[in-house]
């Protein structure tokens, strides 16, 4: 079966033909996927014939990570997608397993596009053509990857109120205060001349340039050609060469030094238990874990929330606390549990005999979820797809940090934690063994603060400290018995 997709980001038809050809009972192998050239008539979707009554689902966040991976410039990336459209039809979870080879791929193609879209965004400068009423700005860009069509709507947002172009040599990206428009590629030699403030820009930067604080360094030289100062880094690198007898230039290329080897755990039945545990990836750390989440697209609440808030605390910690999703306090600081809520979770902590300090915080959603109301942002209760689309970053936490006790606070984080719903109240004050892991359930103490009777306020914050007090109970036991 031979597939031709109208360009090289046509997401909507691949999707399509994917659809129609999986209904059709057609394997991978059986399918071969290429792009129309200006010069080939024909439908895009191929010869399929109707498929028969039926339909099938797979995951909210595979359509996510379809969506970005298609923008790579991988050659088999259709075919690659259409594989796991295959698979998941039969093993909907596959996603989550991210020790599989093709899901690992497709992850790696899609952090590779965000990164290059990241970079577009701050790299890319406008040089003014012409003046004043008839201005029109300009830049030039080189995307490793097929990206100017999805970020062009960053820019038009950005920019509104001026008329603006971007150049690359793919497509172009045009912007008249109204809407988008996409013509065809350029080469870099037909770009129109400098501004007016370009050489005014490099005599700014060489006063500035640091080699020991170059922060340019950290992009790939691939990149440096989408800067202003792409014409001055060069000599400037050399004069720090010279200065320092090579060593600045030699440090930059030295080859990063290798993470040092886990330091052995003690031999206790708890670590025991931990040794049997299935992690997604034993080098993972607590901070590459939110360096990689920082570009999570597995779900639409990306899009408008203001960051990734990403869990916080010491990775040897022996309680994990997993709380629902970030509030709007979390979700501008960046961190969980600094609102109201972290304040009552803090008092209720210290009334246990906890630490809150050697504690590691989490929550089962990662992004703000909200619905605006004129300035202030409305909590929304997550959903099943949301929870599941970001279960797989509460397992690698899980992995990294091996606590001796979960403690899921509210309905949500239980749901994530034991993978089905839980009712609070028939689950509290007792631990619950769950995949080889202690679990303990609790009120998220964001409901305390929703009750409007003052005594019921205080009743249920002594049973919250209660159930925080048997998590305190338990790692004494535990560290006792080891």
């Not at 497709?106 to 990164?115: E, G, K, L």
């Not at 091996?402 to 004050?429: D, F, H, Y």
């Amino acid at each position: 079966m031979h597939i031709m997709l109208d360009n090289d980001t046509d997401f909507e038809g691949w999707r399509r033909a994917a659809r129609r050809l999986a209904l059709n009972g057609v394997t991978p192998s059986d399918v071969t996927w290429t792009v129309r050239s200006d010069d080939e008539p024909g439908p895009a979707s191929g010869d399929l014939p109707d498929p028969p009554n039926g339909t099938f689902n797979v995951p909210a966040s595979f359509v996510e990570l379809a969506r970005t991976a298609i923008l790579h410039r991988k050659d088999d990336r259709f075919a690659l997608l259409y594989r796991l459209v295959w698979r998941l039809r039969s093993h909907h979870d596959l996603l989550g397993v991210t020790t599989d080879p093709e899901v690992g791929e497709v992850h790696a193609m899609a952090r590779a596009v965000y990164r290059d879209m990241d970079r577009m965004q701050g790299q890319l400068r406008f040089r003014e053509i012409g003046r004043e009423q008839k201005a029109h700005y300009v830049a030039w860009f080189e995307p490793e990857h097929r990206i100017v069509e999805h970020v062009a709507p960053f820019f038009a947002s950005r920019f509104a109120d001026m008329p603006w172009s971007i150049l690359t040599p793919d497509v172009s990206a045009h912007w008249d205060g109204h809407a988008i428009s996409i013509t065809s590629g350029i080469a870099r030699s037909e770009m129109t001349g400098e501004d007016r403030l370009e050489e005014t820009w490099r005599r700014h930067y060489s006063g500035l340039f640091n080699p020991a604080r170059l922060k340019v360094m950290e992009a790939p030289q691939a990149y440096w050609r989408n800067l202003p100062e792409d014409s001055i880094i060069k000599p400037l690198l050399e004069d720090a060469m010279r200065m320092t007898g090579g060593a600045f230039i030699a440090n930059q290329t030295a080859e990063p030094r290798k993470p040092r080897k886990r330091e052995r755990l003690r031999d206790t039945p708890m670590v025991r238990r931990e040794t049997q545990r299935k992690t997604r990836d034993t080098h993972d750390t607590i901070a590459a874990l939110r360096e990689e989440a920082a570009n999570c697209r597995a779900c639409p609440l990306w899009k408008d929330a203001t960051q990734t808030v990403f869990g916080e605390g010491p990775q040897n910690a022996s309680i994990m606390l997993v709380g629902e999703q970030p509030g709007d306090k979390e979700d501008l600081a960046g961190k969980p549990f600094v609102g109201p809520a972290g304040e009552m979770l803090g008092r209720a902590l210290r009334d246990a005999g906890i630490d809150r300090g050697k504690v590691y915080v989490t929550n089962a959603v990662k992004h703000f979820k909200f619905v605006p109301r004129g300035k202030i942002r409305l909590h929304q209760k997550p959903g099943t797809t949301e929870i599941r689309a970001c279960r797989p970053w509460y397992e690698r936490e899980l992995a990294v940090i091996k606590p001796e006790l979960v403690v899921a606070l509210g309905a949500t984080a239980a749901q994530s934690v034991l993978g089905k719903i839980m009712p609070i109240n028939k689950n509290r004050g007792r631990l619950i063994d769950h995949d080889n892991t202690k679990v303990l359930v609790t009120v998220h103490p964001s409901y305390l603060l929703r009750l409007p009777d003052e005594d019921a306020r205080a009743l249920e914050y002594r049973h919250f400290v209660d159930d925080l007090t048997i998590a305190a109970t338990f790692l004494r036991r535990s560290a006792n018995a080891a």
